[in-house]
């Protein structure tokens, strides 16, 4: 099945500063990856995603950019505030195949420093 | 329209004891997945459903069981409670559109086996 890695596992930024979280996938038949925040005690929610035809999206301070070629895709926060503190998960998923069952990452906490 | 729901919020059990967590969506989504997530692990998926009826095993099955007699509840089950299911559990739904679709996750429950 999919394997997804997800790095680093913790990183810590000032506040201002750019911060990027990288994934990678083994299956070149995923073909949605979707990245979620997850607030202390809260539910997972989904900040931004990219399909498999599109080499990069924005979203104001947030972008994702995906190399197929290589199987990987990276989460971008430019100048980031303490509300972007928060715990930040990538995700695999393949349209028609396993009535899209996502893969996800191991999770990458992000600490902003004001 | 309140999305995903579950209940209980928090449970406590002893080992052996069993217990039913409720998951209810009113989006009227075919699919739907139970999760659990440990520290440093990310989100497993234990269970999921692609509709009324149906239940498929994910990637840590091993001790629960699921039901979906109704499109709009998930239920999971734990039938004999082990300290190695201490977890939070996140049930999620998707739409079957063509296409890859966005989940949606439930707020979560904190299980702690004793």
């Known amino acids: 099945g999919e394997n997804v890695e997800q790095h680093p596992s913790t990183l810590s930024v000032q506040e201002g500063d750019s911060a990027v979280i990288k994934c990678t996938y083994s299956d070149s038949a995923s073909n949605y990856f979707p990245w979620y925040k997850q607030e202390l005690g809260k539910r997972p929610q989904l900040i931004i995603d990219?399909?498999?035809?599109?080499g990069e999206k924005k979203d104001q301070r947030i972008a994702v950019t995906l190399n197929k070629t290589a199987k990987h895709f990276s989460l971008h926060i430019t100048e980031t505030q303490p509300e972007d503190s928060a715990v930040y998960f990538c995700?695999?998923?393949?349209?028609?195949?396993?009535?899209?069952?996502?893969?996800f990452g191991s999770g990458t906490k992000l600490n902003v420093k004001p | 329209n309140a999305g995903v729901t579950q209940t209980p919020k928090f449970r406590v059990l002893k080992t052996g004891q069993s217990m039913t967590l409720l998951c209810a969506q009113d989006?009227?989504?075919?699919?739907m997945y139970w999760y659990r997530q440990d520290p440093g692990m990310g989100l497993r998926l234990i269970h999921y459903?692609?509709?009324?009826?149906?239940?498929a095993k994910g990637e840590v099955p091993d001790g629960y069981n699921v039901s979906r007699l109704k499109k709009q509840n998930f239920l999971l089950g734990l039938e004999s409670a082990a300290p190695s299911q201490t977890s939070v559990y996140f049930c999620?739904?998707?739409?079957?559109?063509?296409?890859?679709?966005?989940?949606?996750f439930g707020p979560g429950t904190r299980l702690t086996v004793l």
């Open positions: 459903s692609v509709g009324e009826g149906t239940t």
């Open positions: 995700a695999a998923s393949m349209t028609g195949y396993n009535f899209n069952k996502f893969y």
């Open positions: 999620a739904s998707s739409s079957d559109r063509q296409g890859p679709n966005e989940q949606f």
């Open positions: 989006m009227n989504h075919e699919y």
């Open positions: 990219i399909r498999s035809n599109v």
